[in-house]
């Protein structure tokens, strides 16, 4: 079935640290594929989108994602993480004939200060 | 900044009674999504429209759960009756998605949510 993994629940980093959360597809064709940040209580809320081209992708708050076919990869990134950045990210993809978002199970950031 | 108003954000009720939840896409958008989140299940999509016409509903359960666009600004999410077990947050999103080449447009906004807790 096409899909998202989050393989891993929880990462906890320090501030100032790298970070980068994985994200691993299973699509036959090429997948459009979502990064999203949710806080407590929040909505979701789209921090970058990848569909063809260039494979490193930017997107809000400092993030990046770099969209790996080889390795059915589209691992979320960033330099320097603040304590402002725990929260929940999602990864999402489209299947169904490109409307039906399905999401990954979820990673839990915790940032220590 | 356009946003998916989703109304109530809270609600509490009791066991059997009937349920209505309501999102506003944002306009111009054609296509809306309901999803359920809880602890156990993550994000579950439950039904997702295009163009107004229900695409896919298989992942509500059809006995009490009904999802309709009664127009282009109103999405509603039905349940009748209600159980401890729906209890949960609700999301909407809407996006804009279209056939062709150029696809940038694709990438859906959630509303807040509603927070759903039947006693």
């Known amino acids: 079935a096409q899909s998202v993994t989050q393989p891993d629940i929880h990462i906890t980093v320090s501030e100032g640290a790298s970070l980068e959360l994985r994200c691993n597809y299973s699509y036959g064709a090429t997948p459009y594929l979502f990064w999203y940040v949710q806080s407590p209580g929040q909505g979701l809320q789209l921090l970058l989108k990848?569909?063809?081209?260039?494979?490193l992708v930017q997107g809000i708050k400092g993030f990046e994602a770099e969209f790996k076919r080889s390795q059915s990869s589209f691992n979320l990134r960033k330099p320097s993480v603040h304590w402002s950045d725990a929260a929940e990210y999602f990864c999402?993809?489209?299947?169904?004939?490109?409307?039906?978002?399905?999401f990954g199970t979820g990673t839990q950031l915790k940032v220590e200060l | 900044d356009a946003r998916v108003t989703q109304t109530p954000r809270h609600k509490v009720t009791e066991m059997g009674q009937e349920v209505t939840m309501r999102c506003q896409p944002i306009?111009?958008?054609?296509?809306v999504f309901w999803y359920r989140q809880t602890m156990m299940q993550g994000l579950e999509l439950l039904a997702y429209?295009?163009?107004?016409?229900?695409?896919?509903d298989s992942g509500m359960p059809k006995d009490r759960f009904s999802a309709e666009m009664p127009d282009a600004t109103l999405a509603t999410l039905k349940i009748q009756p209600s159980e401890p077990r729906d209890s949960a947050v609700y999301f909407c999103?809407?996006?804009?998605?279209?056939?062709?080449?150029?696809?940038?447009?694709?990438?859906?906004?959630f509303g807040s949510g509603t927070r759903l807790t039947v006693v």
């Open positions: 990848y569909f063809s081209g260039d494979t």
């Open positions: 999103a809407s996006g804009l998605s279209r056939r062709g080449l150029n696809r940038g447009s694709y990438g859906y906004t």
């Open positions: 306009l111009g958008h054609n296509t």
């Open positions: 999402a993809g489209l299947t169904g004939g490109g409307n039906k978002l399905t």
């Open positions: 429209f295009r163009n107004r016409a229900p695409l896919d």
